[in-house]
Structure formats: C-alpha cells, structure tokens
C-alpha cells in the first residue's frame, strides 16, 4: 500500500505545473508603421494578445512583435519609420532594448519611447 501511494505521489508530482510558469503570460506590439501603435499585455495566449493589439491599434496595422513576457515596450521614430520592441520582466529590462534597437535603423537617436507596459 506505501509503495502505491509513493508511485502515486511521484506520478502526480511530474504533472504539477509550477506556480511560475502558471503566470507567465502574452505580449504583443501591433502597428501600421507610420506611428498608429497598439500594446497588449497580460495575455493568456499569443493570439489574445495579438488580437488585443490590432484592436487598440485599428485596421492598417499588422502584428509586429509578440513574446511570452510580463512587460513590453515599443519605440518609434517618424524621421526614419523605424521601430523598436522588447519584452522582459521589467520596464528596467525592456525600455532601453526596444529604444536602441529602433535607433539602430535610423540616424541621430530619432527614436521615441511610445510606451512600456507590465501586467500586474
């Protein structure tokens, strides 16, 4: 009967999901590259995510980004239409990525943070 319930604990144990992972959650970036943005975070799935996206950001625009992250940020410049994403488990570790990656593509820093957020 110890060696059942001992088998039966261990087989249980192997599909217990941690309590982490059970949290972690979708992001995604959508725009039409031309300055129309949409930003969703929170997401239990990638295409909730994606559709929350489009829909705050109407329809001209296309999915750009999408991780499995808590915070997103989305940067922009007019001058050279480019873009920049990053996702991470705070804005300390996104802001600064998406930024530079944007000002990777265009001359003189024109890049604009347009907006970083975090499910909390």
């Known amino acids: ?28 970036v959508a725009s039409d590259g031309a300055g129309l943005w949409g930003i969703a975070v929170g997401m239990a799935t990638r295409q909730a995510a994606e559709a929350s996206a489009l829909g705050e950001c109407g329809i001209y625009c296309k999915v750009k980004f999408t991780a499995q992250a808590r915070c997103v940020a ?37 890049c604009k943070l347009k907006t970083a957020r975090c499910f909390e």
């Open 74 to 110: 989305y940067a922009f410049s007019e001058t050279g239409r480019a873009e920049g994403f990053s996702a991470g488990a705070s804005l300390q570790q996104v802001e600064q990525p998406a930024w530079a990656e944007c000002n990777a593509n265009v001359p003189a820093d024109s």
């Open 1 to 28: 009967m110890m060696r059942r319930l001992a088998v039966a604990a261990l087989f249980s144990a192997a599909f217990i999901i941690p309590s982490s992972a059970q949290q972690q959650t979708w992001v995604a």
